[in-house]
């Protein structure tokens, strides 16, 4: 396994769908996660709804830059209870 993806429909709490690609940090920089991203994409414009968005951890530099690269601009961020690292939501402009 080299990482994994998730694709959330929208719903009455999100109107986009939600995609999020992850790789194993000794494979990426390989396509691996662009591999993932672009079958999760295709996935979700299949589902509706307004957009696409994705969530990356505040803390994942890289994460944050393979959204940027692919045209997500930041909505929002959020720390949950208990946590103390910020979820950042983007969304694919």
Do not use: K, N, Q, W
């Not at 993806?5 to 009455?12: A, F």
């Not at 999760?40 to 414009?45: I, K, S, V």
């Amino acid at each position: 396994m080299v990482g994994c993806s998730t694709v959330r429909p929208p719903d009455g709490e999100t109107p986009a769908a939600t995609v999020i690609a992850r790789t194993l940090p000794g494979f990426r920089g390989r396509g691996f996660g662009t591999a993932l991203y672009e079958r999760g994409l295709a996935h979700a414009r299949t589902l509706g709804g307004d957009g696409v968005e994705t969530v990356v951890l505040a803390s994942s530099a890289e994460g944050l830059r393979f959204a940027s690269a692919r045209g997500f601009t930041e909505v929002e961020r959020y720390v949950l209870p208990g946590d103390t690292v910020a979820f950042v939501t983007l969304r694919l402009g």
